[in-house]
T-cell receptor, first 109, second 118 residues
Framework: GQNIDQPTEMTATEGAIVQINCTYQ??????LFWYQQHAGEAPTFLSY??LDGLEEKGRFSSFLSRSKGYSYLLLKELQMKDSASYLC??????????WGAGTKLIIKP | GAVVSQHPSWVICKSGTSVKIECRSL??????MFWYRQFPKQSLMLMAT?????????EQGVEKDKFLINHASLTLSTLTVTSAHPEDSSFYIC??????????????FGPGTRLLVL
């Protein structure tokens, strides 16, 4: 079957760094997406990895290891506005995104 | 990034009425759009895949006669909730698939439509 595993909730301090891990199992693989979703809003695109390695984009970086079925999202210099849910979504062989429940990130001052 | 709009953003209707939600890609053409539903504190659930010029592909458990999808053009897909009932109250979100050069692609989401059926 297809499965996503992320921590349910994480807490971090403003200005710090946090890493959100994601392991997945899918039928085929066409890349992995990270989305940010604030409460009551639609998800917004953060990153896309299709090859192994680290993709850096400003304060956010995403890493992928296809052989391990593993990805992480790294958020640096945390700001209060980063409090949101972070969704790891691999794309299967049919180009459909597989969604888990996401990780709720709480930023404290 | 690419922009996807949805209309309306909010709709309140009486039980038994039909509601149409529009999803538009504003600055690109989308041959494939997706419709999702999200209940409070739950993950996104894919309802159907909408392909321009052909019938939508519905996920298991989604009634195609109740949730009518029409992808009439490369920039517009519509979802019509027919004979809506209170249990259909949810957050409906569309996304459009964008393919760029090489292996790059992504999905951009609309802002969502919150439906409340009384």
């Amino acid at each position: 079957g297809q499965n996503i595993d992320q921590p349910t909730e994480m807490t971090a301090t403003e200005g710090a760094i946090v890493q959100i891990n994601c392991t997945y199992q899918t039928s085929g693989f066409n890349g992995l997406f990270w989305y940010q979703q604030h409460a009551g809003e639609a998800p917004t695109f953060l990153s896309y990895n299709v090859l192994d390695g680290l993709e850096e984009k400003g304060r956010f970086s995403s890493f992928l290891s296809r052989s391990k079925g593993y990805s992480y999202l790294l958020l640096k210099e945390l700001q209060m506005k980063d409090s949101a849910s972070y969704l790891c979504a691999p794309m299967d062989s049919n180009y459909q995104l597989i969604w888990g429940a996401g990780t709720k990130l709480i930023i404290k001052p | 990034g690419a922009v996807v709009s949805q209309h309306p953003s909010w709709v309140i209707c009486k039980s038994g009425t039909s509601v149409k939600i529009e999803c538009r890609s504003l600055d690109f053409q989308a041959t494939t759009m997706f419709w999702y539903r999200q209940f409070p504190k739950q993950s996104l659930m894919l309802m159907a895949t909408s392909n321009e010029g052909s019938k939508a592909t519905y996920e298991q458990g989604v009634e195609k006669d109740k949730f009518l999808i029409n992808h009439a053009s490369l920039t517009l897909s519509t979802l019509t909730v027919t004979s809506a009932h209170p249990e259909d109250s949810s957050f409906y979100i569309c996304s459009a698939r964008v393919e760029t050069s090489g292996d790059q692609e992504t999905q951009y989401f609309g802002p969502g439509t919150r439906l409340l059926v009384l």
